[in-house]
């Protein structure tokens, strides 16, 4: 079974601060990488994708890459309450449907005012 | 507006009883697929669909079934549901590898 795994968390950040989000996958095949934000009760959002080793950046987001040690991140600069939420990492790994997503059970983050 | 739309939004039923959730997409995308999210368990496939009449399993196909005859469209059926379908359900779609997905679906099964 392929896995992807996320500290639950929570984690919790003051107004402000970077907020950092981690996750690793088991594929080493895998080729694209997702981050999703829920707010509770809500549907999964799309905010970052990255397929590249390197950083990618995009306003006050940036995902992290690393292929080698099959990790993936993401980093919040200036946190604002409104980012509280549950953050998911996703994959589509190597075998099967190009367009299947394998989640990870996410980690909640609560930025405080 | 682009959007994936799904009915019911919520859905209290009885063991057994037949049920169907919708979900259409006005995006033209031909990957369509259905996840359930629990507490502890995250989100989880339950079935896919790579364009119209080709559906294939997910990871928890188990007691669903689904059709695709229209590109649009992407039912799910529980044909006969039980207590541990309960659950919240989400359709997504997507025109390449970015999905997109629909307000989900919180059904009950007492």
């Known amino acids: 079974q392929k896995e992807v795994e996320q500290n639950s968390g929570p984690l919790s950040v003051p107004e402000g601060a970077i907020a950092s989000l981690n996750c690793t996958y088991s594929d080493r095949g895998s080729q694209s990488f997702f981050w999703y934000r829920q707010y509770s009760g809500k549907s999964p959002e799309l905010i970052m994708f990255i397929y590249s080793n390197g950083d990618k950046e995009d306003g006050r987001f940036t995902a992290q890459l690393n292929k080698a040690s099959q990790y993936v991140s993401l980093l919040i600069r200036d946190s604002q309450p409104s980012d509280s939420a549950t953050y998911l990492c996703?994959?589509?790994?190597?075998?099967?449907?190009?367009?299947?997503?394998?989640f990870g059970k996410g980690t909640l983050l609560t930025v405080n005012p | 507006e682009a959007q994936v739309t799904q009915n019911p939004r919520y859905l209290i039923t009885v063991t057994g009883k037949k049920l169907t959730v919708t979900c259409s997409q006005n995006m033209n995308h031909e990957y369509m697929s259905w996840y359930r999210q629990d507490p502890g368990l995250g989100l989880r496939q339950i079935y896919y669909?790579?364009?119209?009449?080709?559906?294939d399993k997910g990871d928890v196909p188990e007691g669903y079934k689904v059709s695709r005859k229209e590109k649009r469209n992407f039912p799910l059926i529980l044909e006969s549901p039980s207590p541990n379908q309960t659950s919240l359900y989400f359709c997504a779609s997507s025109q390449g590898k970015k999905q997109y997905f629909g307000p989900g679906t919180r059904l009950t099964v007492t």
């Open positions: 669909s790579m364009n119209v009449e080709v559906t």
């Open positions: 996703a994959v589509i790994d190597s075998g099967g449907s190009n367009y299947k997503l394998t």
